[in-house]
């Protein structure tokens, strides 16, 4: 009857929601109910950090004493730029470009010693970005911490053309003229912070007569006649 089949379609209805109901708060708790499950999860998320920090602790020590001539090399200036961009300080960053010109020196030793030229495109890139770096950041902050960093950082130039100049005439001619540019490279840097410390000395001299001038026209001009700086300091009063 009619009647029959309206309480029957009502029993069934009334059926599929509760059990709809019981199947959602199920699924919704599930998760929380079973706790293995939430410690499995944990353990492979730590299980992932772990690997992650591992790796990249173990490329940094792998990729560290990495040459130019290496398939590390990349790595190694990978992990350089990563520590210049974390530091806050532009003088920091300059101390740092200064220590990593230290370090392409040793790698173009060690170039010159294997007689490779393979790489030495990326090492004369590097060295260049180098200089250029740290020039760039010590002609920008006039300080009186600067100034001395610009003046360690001119002797430290000094020293690497030297050093150049007696690597630069070896084999093969791909390196040597590699080491040929970062050598006029060098030489340009190296003008740039004797103007700048020469620049920062008649400022520190000013109040001390002929003294202060005499000791800016010696920085600036080191191959200048003896008469030359005899006479600036007679300008200067």
């Known amino acids: 009857s009619e009647r029959l089949r309206e309480s029957g379609a009502l029993r069934v209805w009334t059926r599929a929601e509760s059990m709809h109901d019981s199947g959602a ?28 920090v591992l790796s990249t602790t173990g490329a940094y020590a792998l990729s560290y004493g990495a040459q130019p001539d290496s398939g590390l090399y990349g790595v190694k200036i990978i992990f350089e730029r990563a520590r210049i961009a974390l530091t806050a300080s532009s003088l920091e960053d300059a101390r740092l470009e200064m220590e990593y010109s230290q370090r392409r020196m040793k790698e173009l030793e060690g170039l010159v010693s ?36 610009s003046l360690r950082f001119q002797e430290m130039l000094e020293t690497q053309a030297l050093d150049m100049e007696s690597l630069r005439d070896g084999e093969p001619a791909e390196l040597a003229r590699s080491i040929e540019e970062a050598y006029l490279a060098c ?15 008649r400022e520190e001299g000013g109040g001390q007569g002929g003294q202060g001038a005499g000791a800016v026209k010696r920085s600036t001009v080191p191959w200048a006649p003896a008469q030359n700086s005899s006479r600036s300091p007679t300008k200067s009063r």
């Open 114 to 149: 294997r007689g490779s030229a393979k790489g030495s495109d990326r090492w004369l890139r590097e060295y260049l970005r180098n200089l250029e770096g740290a020039g760039t950041l010590l002609e920008s902050t006039l300080t009186e911490e600067a100034d001395g960093l």
């Open 187 to 201: 030489g340009r840097e190296r003008e740039r912070m004797r103007r700048r410390c020469g620049a920062g000395g």
């Open 25 to 52: 708060r199920v699924i919704s708790r599930r998760p929380y109910r079973n706790p293995a499950l939430l410690r499995h999860a944990l353990a492979a998320i730590l299980a992932l950090f772990t690997a992650i």
